[in-house]
């Protein structure tokens, strides 16, 4: 069974970093993995949910709720798509499926935290973990596979994404600079600047994480709600 830890919806709305090869750019499209495209509409729809997920796992846990820039956002939206799509690339070409009945349980057990999320946004943050599960058990399956039944879960996973890194430097992926940067083949949030920041704010506005201050000064349609 997957334990929550890599699959719990705070977990997932936090993001990762990716293992990506290939750089450039590809228009009307936030990314293309090989020969699969990630839209902007879908980085938007997942960001949206990635911003209620915050807010509802910081209520989960009595914490004030986070101040989140939607900039952020979408690029961990975009963060968590790529990602997924290059585990479920790499268990295809190896012939690696993930249990159904384990991914079931993985989504079963953030359902009263997806029940805390705005209606219209449930399906989407919904589908968003299945597959991000379905990922993370295609990456233990090819760990475990590797190393031997008997390694923990963190083991198998990290060999498991040690695998997928063979065969992500195979493969073309590209994505669109707005939305980071790539630095040895690795994915990195914080999109490219179009012009040297000058003032405080636009120096504070130009960090890949910007304090809650710079954040709470943005205007409502720029911050996570």
Partial sequence: MLAGRTVKLAALAAGATMLLAGCGTHPG??????????????????????????????QMSNQ???????????????????DTELSHQYGERE????????????????EAGLGMLPPDRREVFRTTLRDYAAGQL????AGRADIGDEATEEEAINRGVELRQEYVDTIDVEVDPRYGRFEEGRFQRGGAALSV?????????????????FVGRLPASQ???
């Fill in 197 to 213: 920041p000058a003032s405080d704010d636009a120096v504070a506005g130009d960090q890949d994480r910007p304090g809650d201050a």
């Fill in 95 to 110: 012939g690696i499926e993930p249990n159904p009945r384990e991914v079931s349980e993985a989504v079963a057990q953030n």
């Fill in 138 to 141: 295609i990456l233990i399956e």
């Fill in 29 to 58: 499209a936030a990314a293309v993995v090989e020969s699969q495209t990630i839209s902007h509409d879908q980085v938007d729809d997942v960001a949206l949910a990635v911003c209620s997920a915050n807010l509802a796992a910081a």
């Fill in 223 to 225: 911050q996570c709600s």
């Fill in 64 to 82: 004030p709720p986070p101040t989140i820039a939607t900039r952020e956002s979408r690029e961990v939206a975009l963060g968590i798509l790529i």
